[in-house]
């Protein structure tokens, strides 16, 4: 079993950034994609952002591109998700997920999931 704890969220106003942190244990953190998705009041969830084990392989929604970069720090068992230049839009709870190999945009193909933390950006 994997365990995903989010943190980071909070109230900024449009054009404010903010970082989220995805805190994980039970499995080896290396061997797992993380990922970021979204969900908005009366909205599926959303992919925002992936990263693979090693870091070195990254993939972000249309939305995100050029705001939002994602990160992991594998000594510290952590993922992140720096988001610049934030927009009333991106206002939804932020989900951290994760899998095994490969990264996927599909939100079904995630077995392990955080609690959720809200981002609301104020216009």
């Known amino acids: 079993q994997v365990q995903l704890v989010e943190s980071g969220g909070g109230l900024v106003q449009a054009g404010g950034s903010l970082r989220l942190s995805c805190a994980a244990s039970?499995?080896?953190?290396?061997?797992?994609?993380m990922s970021w998705f979204r969900q908005a009041p009366g909205k599926e969830r959303q992919f925002v952002a992936a990263?693979?084990?090693?870091?070195?392989?990254?993939n972000y929604a249309d939305s995100v591109k050029g705001r939002f970069t994602i990160s992991r720090d594998n000594a510290k068992n952590t993922a992140y998700l720096q988001m610049n230049s934030l927009k009333p839009e991106d206002t939804a709870v932020y989900y951290c997920?994760?899998?095994?190999?490969?990264?996927?945009?599909?939100?079904?193909?995630?077995?392990?999931w955080g609690q959720g933390t809200q981002v609301t950006v104020s216009s």
């Open positions: 990263v693979s084990g090693s870091g070195g392989s990254t």
């Open positions: 997920a994760a899998r095994n190999y490969y990264l996927r945009t599909n939100a079904q193909e995630y077995p392990y």
């Open positions: 039970g499995r080896t953190f290396s061997t797992l994609v």
